[in-house]
């Protein structure tokens, strides 16, 4: 029996989704309960995953989850917020990393360098017996968060930025569309979600005249095409159309499955 745990921002419920969808071998999945949950299992349950739902002071030891062979994967969701301060999101990240690597064998965390603060995560936790991964390009660098994870890595995101020629170009995943409200909150824009005046105040001052529609071709968000335009019309932005894929983040998914011994 083999125990692998995700341990996510909510921005990744749908690559995670994608995921555990076509991925047969996945024999148990556990979802730790928690306020941020509730997103991944609504969309697990649309697409028939599926789970069991347990409070994080449940989960048993790695050698009680399951007695047969198989996968196991322990799912933790963290909230969005936490990018409002990233020394807090650094010392939460850390934390659940050290309280799931007593149960499992391999950790890959949804995330990026997200504010300079998790680059040195593997190494920090090299001496532990759990593999530690998270988001990584080919050549070993990570990525620079969830934007640049479904572009490719941080060259197809810079290739983005400077064909703006200088316009400035706000990246929507069907994830962001769904939760910018609460992303402008986060990133100290406004104080009042509702508040689009002062957001277009801020949008305006840096030069955002774009909206990128960022296709990952999933399709867990229903609204995804509404809610931009909705954005768009709102801070009187253009929508340009672009092309993005949750592959660099499958392939990390497998390269831990082939760095744990078993998996």
């Known amino acids: 029996m083999t125990v692998l745990s995700f341990i996510a921002c909510r921005m990744f419920e749908d690559e995670i989704t994608h995921i555990i969808e076509n991925d047969p071998s996945i024999r148990k999945l556990i979802v730790v309960e928690n306020e941020d949950c509730a997103g991944l299992t609504d969309k697990l349950d649309s697409a028939g ?10 989960l048993p030891r790695m050698s009680g989850i399951d007695e047969e062979d198989g996968l196991t994967l322990i799912v933790y969701m963290l909230e969005l917020a936490l990018h409002a301060r990233p020394d807090n999101l650094k010392k939460v990240v850390y934390e659940k990393t050290e309280e799931l690597s007593r149960y499992a064998d391999g950790i890959l965390l949804f995330y990026g ?4 603060v998790l680059g040195k995560i593997e190494e920090d936790f090299s001496s532990s017996p759990c593999i530690v991964r998270i988001l990584k390009e080919d050549n070993g660098t990570v990525v620079d968060d969830c934007i640049g994870a479904v572009l490719g890595g941080r060259a197809a995101y810079l290739e983005k930025l400077t064909g703006s020629r200088g316009v400035g170009t706000f990246f929507m995943t069907p994830m962001w569309a769904a939760h910018w409200r609460e992303m402008v909150v986060s990133a100290g824009m ?3 979600p509702n508040d689009i005046k002062m957001s277009k105040f801020v949008f305006d001052h840096a ?5 990128a529609r960022m296709d990952t071709g999933l399709y867990y968000e229903k609204d995804f095409n509404f809610m931009v335009e909705e954005f768009a019309r709102l801070f009187e932005f253009n929508i340009i159309e672009m092309r993005a ?7 990390c998914y497998r390269k831990l499955r082939a760095d744990v011994p078993g998996c």
């Open 113 to 116: 360098l997200c504010g300079n």
């Open 207 to 211: 030069g955002y005249k774009n909206v």
């Open 245 to 251: 894929s949750p592959e660099l983040i499958k392939n």
């Open 190 to 192: 406004t104080q009042d």
């Open 49 to 58: 995953c599926k789970y069991e739902l347990m409070q994080f002071s449940s």
